[in-house]
Every structure is written in C-alpha cells, then in structure tokens.
C-alpha cells in the first residue's frame, strides 16, 4: 500500500503540471523568447563580481532603457507575458548595480585619490 502513495504523488504532480496545456505553452516564442534572453541577467550578476573598470557607462545605461522597455512590452500583451517581465526585472536591477558601481568608481573614488 505504502508503494502506491509516491505513485500517486507523480500522477498528481505529472496530470497537474505536464498537461496539454503546459506542454502547448513550452512550445511557443512567449515561452522560449524570455528563458534564451536570461543570459544577460545572469551574465549582468556574474559581472557584479568583476573589477568595476571593466564597466562600460554607455552600455549599462542602454542595457536598463532596454530592460525598461521590454518590462512594459511584457505587461502590454495579451496575454501577458510575466517570464519576460521576471527577466528583465532581474537585469534591471542587475544593471543598476553595475551602473551605482561605475558611478562610483569613475567620480566618486577619484576624488578621494586627489
């Protein structure tokens, strides 16, 4: 009897989880689109770590307009497409730190050198 109870627990978790329904989403460009562009957030945490003279001003700051974009363009679909929105909420923040540590480091931290 007790070897039933994880039988059921898959079947449950697999008749709940992995449906036609989930299976037609996975398959489409609303899904794919925002889990291929996870590379930037996560390369964008992976630099958090590297030396902040490596940091391009101009590219930090386009990279947080296009995130802020594409936030809004995720809300404005239908239906509406919150993986993107997660994305690009990530590499916002993440940008914003890397933007906060080029601030710091090319005006702030040079003038305590003088």
């Known amino acids: 009897m007790s070897g039933n109870i994880p039988h059921s ?20 460009t609303h899904f794919w689109g925002p889990v291929s562009n996870f590379g930037i957030p996560i390369a964008a945490l992976l630099d958090l770590k590297k030396d902040p003279n490596l940091i391009s001003g101009p590219m930090t700051f386009a990279l947080v307009i296009y995130s802020g974009v594409f936030m809004r363009y995720a809300l404005a679909v239908t239906p509406k497409n919150y993986l993107l929105f997660g994305c690009h909420i990530i590499n916002s923040a993440a940008q914003l730190g890397q933007g906060y540590r080029f601030l710091m480091n090319k005006y702030y931290h040079q003038d305590n050198k003088k």
């Open 9 to 28: 627990a898959s079947r449950l978790v697999i008749s709940k989880y992995i449906n036609k329904q989930t299976m037609k989403y996975i398959f489409t």
